[in-house]
């Protein structure tokens, strides 16, 4: 089993920045990947910013330049530092981890996700 959780969430106005943390625990031998995506209401699931193994990071184009995902790799955490929100950023937001676990299995987990709200 692994558990993801996430924190950080919360009301903001345009122009504002909140932070996200997300940790995953439990049966984690390594993890090859860990992720934020958001789905608005009314839409699909969307990626946001994705974080590898290596370090690399991937970004949806309507986030570049404003949200930046890091890690700690000895916690199992991944962070997202959103700055210059926009109203349109307003959606929950979920983290995923994407690990090995300690069976060897590969193993993709999502937590429960958190209200962000940008007021105009």
């Known amino acids: 089993q692994v558990q993801v959780v996430e924190s950080g969430g919360g009301l903001v106005q345009a122009g504002g920045s909140l932070r996200l943390s997300c940790a995953a625990s439990?049966?984690?031998?390594?993890?090859?990947?860990m992720g934020w995506y958001r789905q608005a209401p009314g839409k699909q699931r969307e990626l946001v910013a994705t974080?590898?193994?290596?370090?690399?990071?991937n970004y949806a184009d309507s986030v570049k330049g404003r949200f930046t995902i890091s890690r700690d790799t000895a916690k199992y955490t991944v962070y997202l530092q959103m700055s210059s929100l926009k109203p349109e950023d307003t959606a929950v937001y979920y983290c995923?981890?994407?690990?090995?676990?300690?069976?060897?299995?590969?193993?993709?987990?999502w937590g429960q996700g958190t209200q962000v709200t940008v007021s105009s």
């Open positions: 439990g049966s984690i031998f390594s993890i090859n990947a």
């Open positions: 995923n981890a994407h690990v090995l676990t300690l069976l060897r299995t590969v193993m993709s987990s």
């Open positions: 974080i590898s193994s290596s370090g690399s990071t």
